[in-house]
């Protein structure tokens, strides 16, 4: 197949102006549209707790406050997790400020002992109190506080890693959707490729997508066989033993693209 004009490896086609087609790129853009629904806003609640924490334990004061209360509650996925929390309260400039906060199974289990009375502070107990070391955060109308043992071993330093683990997935996962998308390496092939000429060897089916291996000459004078993506349409659209144009990196035969399939075209 004899390389069209536009293609050829001269310096005044370099870099080459180049077009995406879109019209067969709909499903790769609808996926990631629907799945950046999903998680970002998972994001953004695992780490809601973690970002008022920072806050507290940057900028934050200790304070000496009472633990008037103690109680359980399930938390995490399908509430598989047990939470001990302690209401609390403390003297500010003559005001008294009152909240609750989780506390580690060894705290709760010390004020059980110490007779702190369990109930939700909706339902108030009187009982003795217990010493608890609180951090706070915040005007005397909006305040943030915690545990001071949640900033060590506590259930928001223990939930962390999952969190942390969840995140790097999404991003992953969101990045590697981008590339399928938009394919910034294929597009610089298109823009500084080296032109070559190949044949198409079979078509491939792995699950849902679709994928053309071709045999090309490289620049060390020896035949290459890769396989890169396609959409459906290019897949139904192509022949094995048809011929069509490679591009390359100078230099390189990895990595390349089929210039008839790879999603762009040169203007």
């Known amino acids: 197949m004899a390389i069209p004009d536009y293609l050829r490896d001269t310096p005044q086609f370099r870099p080459r102006r180049v077009k995406r087609e879109w019209r067969y790129e709909w499903q790769g853009i609808l996926i990631t549209f629907l799945f950046e629904i999903f998680a970002v806003p998972l994001v953004l609640y695992l780490w809601r707790r973690f970002i008022f924490f920072y806050l507290v334990l940057m900028f934050g004061a200790n304070v000496p406050a009472r633990a008037t209360s103690i109680w359980t509650r399930h938390g995490g996925f399908h509430g598989q997790t047990v939470l001990h929390v302690a209401a609390y309260e403390y003297s500010d400039a003559g005001a008294i400020v009152k909240g609750e906060v989780d506390i580690t199974r060894q705290e709760f289990e010390a004020m059980a002992l110490a007779g702190v009375p369990a109930g939700a502070p909706e339902h108030p107990a009187a009982g003795p109190t217990a010493p608890l070391a609180i951090r706070t955060f915040g005007s005397p109308s909006w305040k943030l506080g915690f545990a001071e043992s949640n900033f060590t071993t506590g259930p928001i330093v223990s939930n962390l890693v999952p969190a942390g683990f969840i995140t790097l997935w999404v991003l992953g996962a969101t990045l590697g959707?981008?590339?399928?998308?938009?394919?910034?390496?294929?597009?610089?092939?298109?823009?500084?490729g080296v032109p070559a000429s190949g044949t198409i060897t079979a078509k491939l089916r792995r699950r849902r997508f679709a994928y053309l291996r071709y045999r090309f000459s490289g620049p060390d004078g020896r035949d290459h066989e890769l396989t890169h993506s396609v959409t459906s349409h290019a897949y139904n659209e192509a022949k094995v033993g048809g011929s069509v144009t490679v591009l390359h990196f100078e230099g390189k035969a990895k990595p390349s693209v089929i210039y008839e399939y790879g999603g762009y075209r040169c203007v």
């Open 177 to 192: 959707l981008l590339r399928s998308v938009f394919h910034p390496t294929r597009r610089r092939l298109y823009r500084n």
